[in-house]
């Protein structure tokens, strides 16, 4: 067994859980006694403290009502005025997705619907909101993943396996490398390969639209890259030059997690179905069909923004709002338990990590922390070239690698800069 599940499993009574799972990198723990499972939500806090991952608590599948008896309770208790939509039940994780047009109001005050429902029917139940406008797109995503509930949740636990063997909370010194195969210096085709010892992980991977040969890839002909070896890929958004090219890597045999927020999946999906329609009529060839975006849907396991979650044993992931469409962010990873942080943003906003004068992280656009800095002094403003440039009176520091040390540490900023970018960013 993965020592972390171990060390939870031994704080609590004997014989209590029946399952212990990972659905990525959340630990799932499934009990056959009803008592616990309605009264020990301490238990699991206390646990929660302690290893600092998310734990969740759920009845064992062989306590469930039965499907169409807990329907029609759940029919019945939740009030006409949160207009149900669809009930769908997950029967091998004891979930039932209930669909709502007024998701508070299905929730109840303090979530006693919720509760009721699990009291009851000791099924879980996830409140979702219906869509504002009929979206075939998100009902194609969602049935995706409803058809392939057996698969996602082998598919989950693999996952958290990769993250949690040889789990450690201990600071690790090791090198990291950053390539770029597309997108430096470019628009198009941005990917970018991380690696540490541990890990092997692409930011982006998207398609250069101007091109229709080997210039519009990202070069994943490199020697380093081998696509066995890649543990995850992170998107920040659903532009096609950032997400188009992520359906191949699944024809080519990737079966491991991408990473990216709900819209960002649901958009992507849909422009890779377009990009298929215009290949065809223009009479390309195909680089992708698709059952290779089916495959990426499966594979996609979505995050919130702010959301902390573990992608390989030495990488912490949380998205960010980067502002520049609906879903974008950029992507903070903390790799070997704070030896490196690294911000990737992307297109126009650029927000970077700045630490204010108590070292508390703000995510802020650079551009507009470099605009109002010189609107304050514009006297300090020295001009070369197309180049403005300043001191860094404000005091600003940022994270930066130290080549002496080999380490990354909170250092202050020594100039601003503002070169201003005439072309449009997409
Ligand atoms: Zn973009």
Redesign the pocket.
């Known amino acids: 067994m993965v020592q972390i599940l171990d060390e939870i499993l031994k704080d609590l009574p004997k014989g209590i859980i029946s399952d212990s799972v990972f659905e990525g990198a959340n630990i799932i723990l499934y009990t056959k006694d009803k008592e616990f499972f309605l009264n020990k939500g301490e238990t699991i806090r206390d646990i929660v403290n302690k290893i600092k991952k998310r734990v969740e608590l759920r009845p064992d599948p062989t306590l469930t009502m039965e499907l169409e008896k807990a329907e029609e309770f759940i029919r019945k208790i939740i009030p006409p005025e949160a207009v149900l939509g669809s009930i769908q039940f997950d029967p091998q994780r004891s979930i039932v997705v209930i669909g709502a047009e007024k998701p508070g109001i299905a929730i109840g005050k303090q979530g006693e619907i919720l509760k009721e429902i699990k009291r009851k029917t000791f099924w879980v139940p996830n409140v979702e909101r219906t869509p504002a406008i009929e979206s075939k797109i998100i009902e194609n995503v969602r049935s995706v993943l409803f058809q392939n509930n057996d698969y996602r949740k082998k598919f989950l636990h693999k996952v958290g396996l990769r993250i949690y063997n040889g789990y450690t909370k201990e600071r690790k010194e090791e090198w990291i490398r950053v390539t770029f195969f597309g997108g430096g210096r470019q628009v198009g085709r941005s990917c970018v390969f991380l690696q540490t010892p541990e890990s092997k992980v692409l930011l982006d991977c998207g398609v250069n639209v101007a091109f229709d040969d080997y210039n519009a890839y990202p070069l994943l002909d490199s020697p380093e890259f081998k696509i066995e070896d890649l543990d995850a890929i992170i998107v920040t958004?659903s532009?096609i030059?950032?997400g188009g090219f992520v359906p191949f890597l699944y024809k080519m045999g990737f079966r491991g997690p991408t990473y990216c927020t709900a819209p960002t999946r649901d958009i992507s999906a849909l422009l890779a179905l377009d990009y298929i329609g215009v290949a065809f009529k223009q009479a390309r060839k195909n680089l992708f069909d698709v059952n290779d975006i089916k495959e990426m849907v499966k594979h996609t396991i979505t995050l919130n923004w702010e959301e902390v979650t573990d992608i390989t044993p030495d990488m912490r992931l949380t998205l960010y709002n980067s502002g520049?469409?609906l879903g974008?962010s950029m992507a903070h990873l903390h790799i070997g338990n704070g030896l490196h942080n690294l911000v990737y943003s992307?297109?126009?906003k650029t927000p970077v990590a700045i630490l204010d004068k108590n070292n508390e992280a703000a995510f802020e656009p650079i551009g507009k922390i470099v605009d109002q800095a010189m609107n304050k002094h514009p006297e300090m403003v020295r001009k070369k070239g197309d180049v403005e440039e300043m001191p860094n009176v404000g005091g600003l520091k940022t994270f930066a690698f130290n080549p002496s040390t080999l380490k990354t540490e909170i250092a202050p900023i020594t100039r601003l800069l503002r070169h201003p970018i005439k072309e449009d960013?997409?």
Request: charged residues 15%.
């Open positions: 958004h532009h030059d950032h520049h469409i974008s992307l297109d126009g960013l997409y």
